[in-house]
């Protein structure tokens, strides 16, 4: 990666919109592969071979550069249908031969081309427009590669539990994980193994709230990815753009299985984005989770690598059991903002110091996501913070909020199988539930 090549990343917007971007290295700006002892080659055993599907804004800003820095991974092939990528979100963003050229990877137009071609690949990072994550995944499962889907993992309840569906099939022997960089941080895990414990007793409520400032990207129309509803969605904004992050998280932690939802949402007059999101969503043990989200809290488009990016996103997630509560809340560029906090009835509880929530660093090899990945890609076993099912409960409970929104009422959240049009619904405990939740 060259100089120039830095300067037209790194003057565009936050990862996942809003998080620390920190300037980059000098070992970063000349493409360096990383030294550091996490990024050390593992002997023996051949680079991963990965495909990046989706070469805008994201794959050019952080995946394709992060994994060309690992010393484990190989990007040995770049499919990017559009014969002039564009994005709002950097100018400067470069043309597929431009990026094979830089990246020594074959460029191909379409997945299809990729798979006819023949090439070996072990995995494939689909980084497309959400709206594409459904086709792109079937045909890369059904290759056999591993998967590594960017969030949102598609844009319905029925397309996620096909997906589901096809993963389940492999048998454990294909790895998908969705990109929600949240959940493989340390004290996530440490959050899900409290739960797990039973630290906090049976789970019976959580709230939790995330506010973005996204005003810049939303309020904008030119962002259509990002602001127009496209596919089977029945809206966009807020809730696809940033709450599957939140939800994958709480999903993750808690194990909780999604049941029924309201939601309302306010919209952005300038494009129709929702803004401001509300719901509610019953569980199958009867848990109730809160969920908020707002786009507009301030701070601004960063301008500059050397932008201080004085704001980041506003995370905060509580989880009440029977026993005591988690508390995870902070800012998510600002590590002091926050710490976890385990508070139990008998006052026995824990505080790990530090808020992580999301990852978008540009620099090094890439977030704990992606890193796992390539692990997996060559035949390591690794912990998935997102993978299908978590998923599938959010991407459902996300068009359910959409559908509930717009029928103005309470809906049934369907199981993955009621998703696919079959009678069986196993993830509920088989309880027989209304469509109108
Ligand atoms: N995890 C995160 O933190 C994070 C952050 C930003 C974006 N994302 C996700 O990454 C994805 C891409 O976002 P973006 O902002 O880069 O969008 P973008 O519009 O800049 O880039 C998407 C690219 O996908 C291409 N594409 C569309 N259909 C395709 C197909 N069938 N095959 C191959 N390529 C196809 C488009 O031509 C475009 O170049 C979105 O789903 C977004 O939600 C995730």
Redesign the pocket.
């Known amino acids: 990666m060259n100089a120039a090549y830095l300067s037209t990343t790194t003057t565009t917007a936050g ?3 809003g ?1 620390a971007m920190p300037a980059a290295t000098s070992a970063q700006a000349t493409g360096a592969r990383a030294t550091s002892p996490a990024a050390t080659a593992v002997p023996d055993k051949p680079a991963a071979r990965i495909a990046v ?10 995946h394709l550069p992060h994994l060309h820095r690992h010393p484990d991974a190989e990007v040995v092939a770049l ?4 014969a002039t ?3 709002t ?2 100018p400067d ?1 470069e043309q597929l031969e431009q990026l094979a050229t830089r990246y020594s990877a074959r460029p191909f137009a ?2 299809d081309a990729l798979l006819a071609a023949g090439l070996k690949v072990d995995g494939v990072v ?8 459904y ?2 995944g079937r045909k890369a499962l059904a290759a056999g590669w591993h998967v590594f889907m ?3 993992m598609t844009c319905s309840a029925a397309e996620a539990a096909g997906l589901l569906q096809q993963v389940e099939a492999t048998d454990g022997k294909q790895c998908f994980m969705v ?3 949240a959940n493989w941080r340390e004290n996530t895990a440490s959050a899900k193994a409290w739960v797990a414990a039973g630290r906090i007793g049976k789970v019976r409520h959580v709230s939790c709230a995330m506010g973005s400032p996204l005003t810049w990207l939303f309020e904008d129309a030119a ?4 602001v127009r509803p496209s596919g089977p969605m029945l809206g966009n904004g807020m809730a ?2 940033q709450l ?2 939140s939800l994958a998280w709480v999903y993750y932690v808690t194990g909780l299985v999604p049941q029924s939802v309201y939601a309302d949402m306010s919209h952005s007059e300038a494009t129709g984005a929702d803004l401001y999101d509300a719901a509610i969503v019953r569980c199958t043990n009867g848990a109730l989770i809160s969920v908020q989200g707002v786009a507009t809290i301030s701070g601004d488009k960063p301008t500059s690598e050397t932008d201080a990016r004085p704001t980041g996103k506003y995370i905060e997630n509580r989880i009440f059991g029977t026993e005591g509560s988690i508390e995870y809340n902070g800012i998510d560029c600002e590590p002091e903002s926050g710490a976890l906090r385990l508070r139990r009835h008998d006052y026995n509880g824990e505080v790990n110091t530090g808020f992580a929530f ?3 660093d540009q620099g090094g090899i890439g ?1 704990a ?1 992606l890193q796992a990945f390539v692990r997996r890609c060559r035949g390591d076993a690794t912990r998935n913070g997102c993978d299908a099912l978590i998923g599938y409960r959010t991407a459902a409970t996300i068009d359910a909020m959409y559908r509930s929104f717009q029928e103005g009422q309470r809906l049934a959240v369907p199981t993955a199988q009621e998703a696919l049009g079959h009678s069986s619904n196993a993830e509920n405990g088989g309880a027989k539930r209304p469509r109108r939740g």
């Open positions: 990862p996942e919109l998080s599907v989706g070469c805008g804004w994201w794959a050019q800003g952080w499919v990017e249908p559009s990528i564009r994005s979100l950097n963003v379409s997945l689909i980084a497309a427009s959400h709206n594409a994550h086709e792109l960017e969030k949102p990109n929600n960089t962002n259509v990815g990002w696809w753009g599957s992050h999301e990852d978008g977030p996501s």
